[in-house]
T-cell receptor
Framework: SQTIHQWPATLVQPVGSPLSLECTVE??????LYWYRQAAGRGLQLLFY??????ISSEVPQNLSASRPQDRQFILSSKKLLLSDSGFYLC???????????FGPGTRLLVL | GQSLEQPSEVTAVEGAIVQINCTYQ??????LSWYQQHDGGAPTFLSY????GLEETGRFSSFLSRSDSYGYLLLQELQMKDSASYFC?????????FGAGTTVTVRA
């Protein structure tokens, strides 16, 4: 089976601190991987996507960066968190076609 | 760019039928997908339409009209567990652009 792991599940960080969220995928090779952010009660905003190791595309200018050091590992980072970085961060993998994506359990980030 | 419109809220009673409409404007289009998200959880894939017509999956059906840039998700025989947010999404260039979501509340 194909599984997406994200950790931590919940994170509270002070403004100005660094961030590293990790996503790992099991059961598939060379997946397309995605990072989304969801504000409370809102839709999903695509932040980054990757079609392979070392290949990162950014969708919106922001305080965050992403890396893909291994085929099944996708990392979201920040050097200095802002209050506006709070939200629900979701990692997803492509479903093999253009039409489907499967999401990990997400990380809730609160920046204080 | 991509733009999707869907109603923000729908309330219905158990056993009823709910239709969630989605209109879109997009520069590229591979298909229309629907996702369900329960409060506090991650979105899960429900259905996908690449061609015009109706796709049925159990109590849920999804419809697409490419000429009208319009689709809908039909929830039949509503159950309390169907209370959730539902998102339409258009696929383009191996990415998805999501609508803001429709919160469906099912009452006893």
């Amino acid at each position: 089976s194909q599984t997406i792991h994200q950790w931590p599940a919940t994170l509270v960080q002070p403004v100005g601190s660094p961030l590293s969220l990790e996503c790992t995928v099991e059961g598939t090779s060379n997946p397309n991987l995605y990072w989304y952010r969801q504000a409370a009660g809102r839709g999903l905003q695509l932040l980054f996507y990757s079609v392979g190791i070392g290949q990162i595309s950014s969708e919106v200018p922001q305080n965050l960066s992403a890396s893909r050091p291994q085929d099944r590992q996708f990392i979201l980072s920040s050097k200095k968190l802002l209050l506006s970085d709070s939200g629900f961060y979701l990692c997803a993998r492509g479903g093999g076609g253009k039409e489907t994506q499967y999401f990990g359990p997400g990380t809730r980030l609160l920046v204080l | 760019g991509q733009s999707l419109e869907q109603p923000s809220e729908v309330t219905a009673v158990e056993g009823a039928i709910v239709q969630i409409n989605c209109t879109y404007q997009t520069s590229g289009f591979y298909g229309l997908s629907w996702y369900q998200q329960h409060d506090g959880g991650a979105p899960t894939f429900l259905s996908y339409n690449a061609l015009d017509g109706l796709e049925e999956t159990g109590r849920f059906s999804s419809f697409l009209s490419r000429s009208d840039s319009y689709g809908y998700l039909l929830l039949q025989e509503l159950q309390m567990k169907d209370s959730a947010s539902y998102f339409c999404a258009v696929g383009y260039d191996y990415k998805l652009s999501f609508g803001a979501g429709t919160t469906v509340t099912v009452r006893a």
